[in-house]
């Protein structure tokens, strides 16, 4: 394994591991999850050098980091554990944002005793409550940091503004949203910000939920209650479209003796050493499999290809259905 660092000081592993595919989320989620497979998996991560792991209070709730607590019990050196708060769990029926400080506070409480660790590695705010000034709840982040309970603080899918205001709060370590060839949009703005303040970026969804594995290659491999079914470049007008970057990027992955999923990461390594991209699995194979692309080098002539299939803007529909879009960029 190689190895990053998000802002100034946090050493992680190049590639981190994102929990939430595993216990809590549901089969519609990604397909059922084994509960001692995903162990063995967290367990293989480790032995591979792995040391950034990703959950979040909301996965379950609760469940996915009862999960991570329980693997990495007695081996915490390390390992650099993230979690992250930001939501009303009180009505499981309808879940909204709340990052007001008493919310900050309980959170933290509670993820710290279910991951049965002292302290948090990097505390991100899920998703920017537009009802609370970001001021106030960088404020509550950085009390706890303040009392031991947190290292350091990250935001996600937060706006310009919002991550200038934040940063000038407290030094804000790392900003996570959504990044791989097929949703580029963070590039315009965002990025070159995180860079110039020196956030560290980690990307969700690398593999494009899947997509960019070239394991689906028609709307019939899902199962019927898979949530992709209504994600706007599944869908029936867009799909075949957005396959065509697909055929690229297995080309590419051919010609390495590679997998498509190493070639979508190591694109993503490529665009810079402040990016540390955390690809989710929930089983052994797919964790090995992605965590192999940090020895894939892309050539200039592969990245050539791979900005024409797949350029900014480039990708079929929106990533995201409407109520999903309201929360990003805040």
């Not at 019939?220 to 949530?227: P, Q, S, V």
């Not at 192999?292 to 080098?297: I, K, P, Y």
Request: net charge negative; hydrophobic share 40%; aromatic share 6%.
């Amino acid at each position: 394994m190689k190895y990053r660092k998000l802002g100034a000081e946090l050493e992680v592993s190049a590639l981190g591991l994102g929990c939430m595919p595993m216990a809590g989320i549901g089969k519609g989620m990604y397909g059922e999850a084994n509960t001692a497979e995903c162990l063995a998996t967290l367990d293989r991560a480790i032995e591979l050098g792995i040391t950034f792991f990703d959950t979040a209070e909301v996965y379950g709730p609760y469940r996915n980091e009862e999960l991570l607590g329980q693997a990495i019990k007695g081996r915490r050196d390390r390992l650099v554990i993230a979690t992250k708060f930001g939501f009303d769990l009180t009505n499981p029926v309808k879940i909204g944002v709340d990052s007001s400080p008493a919310n900050v506070r309980r959170a933290c409480e509670g993820s710290l005793q279910r991951l049965g660790i002292d302290t948090i590695d990097l505390f991100y705010q899920h998703r920017v409550d537009p009802n609370v000034p970001i001021e106030e709840t960088v404020g509550a982040m950085a009390n706890l940091v303040t009392e031991g309970k947190v290292r350091y603080l990250g935001l996600s899918e937060a706006g310009a503004d919002t991550i200038k205001r934040a940063n000038r709060t407290h030094p804000i370590a790392a900003l996570q949203s959504e990044y791989s060839l097929w949703e580029r949009s963070i590039e315009e703005e965002i990025l070159p910000l995180c860079q110039d303040l020196n956030i560290g970026f980690v990307p969700y969804s690398p593999l494009g939920r899947g997509f960019l594995t070239g394991q689906i290659t028609s709307r019939d491999d899902l199962a019927d209650d898979d949530y992709r079914l209504r994600d706007p470049r599944y869908s029936e007008e867009n799909f075949d479209q957005n396959l065509k970057m697909v055929d690229v990027v297995k080309e590419i992955a051919s010609n390495h003796g590679c997998s498509a999923a190493q070639v979508a990461l190591a694109w993503l390594l490529a665009q810079g050493d402040f990016i540390v991209p955390i690809p989710g699995s929930k089983r052994r194979a797919t964790l090995e499999d992605s965590m192999a692309a940090v020895d894939v080098t892309l050539t200039d002539d592969d990245l050539d290809a791979l900005e024409k299939v797949a350029p900014m803007g480039g990708t079929a529909g929106p990533r995201y259905g409407e109520a999903m879009m309201s929360m990003v960029r805040l």
